[in-house]
């Protein structure tokens, strides 16, 4: 298990980040949706983490071929069908993984066996095993079918009209991949649009999806194969935002990063930051699948504390990062309705409250979000419960005081070079 020390900064700093890890809710896609096309798909910039590392080795054992191709990019090429895999699927640490791979094999003839590590076997499966045993998948795991392994046997699935509980991508992603392969129309609805990368590249693809009244989404299954994806990923938001967050709390620092996603349901986190007092600007380059530009956050004076109960799925995976500047601002910060984070890498509503408690800040837990206490952070040891977020998180914080963080290796998860960006910015050792 790796520990890391990051010295407190010495000075503010002015940073160009061209080099934030590739998004990965889009590398995950990516590889996955090349197998609902008969052509090669061509991806430039994929995230060379292990989440999305697991995702390619998954299609290559379900018959993909991976060829390298230059600047970086891949070539991925589909098998005629989908192979019957003679080993287990592993999805490592990606929740995104296993849910997707759910929906997509649901409707393909073959046995298919899904595990992951310890982290991703604890968390909860049954959001997308039950609508999918509905339309007559056959799923199985632990706990009636809740926890991985997941044993899926694919085959016909029956035409659906699921209005979802939870708003979630993951859940979303799942059923409309499944919709792709089922007996006739189908209709998804969740209460609020969680990130819809899925319906962006499948659009893009060619496949029919619409949208209906009252936020529903009409499906068609596929007539035929989709046209392959033809895409550069751009940086990941929620991976830039740890140094968003790092710019505002160090007095006089500012960063800038370029080719970075823009879409509106990943960016809410600049927004809040933003409100908080960072000055924060966003500029459209392209719109590839979805827009892209650049974003400049710029210390912008002492930040305020923040209610944030609204639009969370915009902004999840960045709590707890968020978590860091609520510390350092003025006042009482709250998150609600933010249960979701009790079911991510870790529980991250214990896990960030008891870092932020070692951090000498005082906070209170609700079973859906926390208060937070703005005051003045100080070095502490950290666990980080192997979650690569709460790792991050509170190596920015270290940025201001110092910080030890125990078992870091979870970083390689989603952003590989995390360490040698905030390297750029203090000692890290
Ligand atoms: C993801 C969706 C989100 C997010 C996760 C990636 C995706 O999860 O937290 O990191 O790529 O679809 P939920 O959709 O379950 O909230």
Redesign the pocket.
Known sequence: MKTVRVAAARNPFDLLCDDIAPD??IS?RSAMFALLSDRPSRVKNYLRGEDTLATLSIVRSLGVAVEEEDEGAIRIVPPERIVEPEEILDCGNA??AM?LFCGLLAGVEGSFVLTGDRYLRRRPMRRVVDPLRKIGAAIDGREGGNLAPLHIRGGALEPFEYHSPV?????K?ALILAALRAKGTCRYKENFL??D?TERMLLGMGAELRKAEEGWIEIEPLAKPLEPLDLRIPADP?SAFFFAVAAAIVPGSVVRFTEISLNPTRIEAFRVLESMGAQVEYRIVEDRYEPIGEIRVAYGGGLRAVEVSERI?WL??ELPALAVAMAVAEGTSRVRNAA?LRV?ESDRIASVLTALEACGIETEEYPDGYAIRGGELRAARIDSHGDHRIAMSFAVAGLLCGMEIVDTDCVATSFPNFFDILSRITEVE
């Open positions: 990965k809710s995950h929740g995104t849910r708003d979630s991508a993951q859940v992603s969680s990130r990368h929620s799925p999840i995976d979701e991510k």
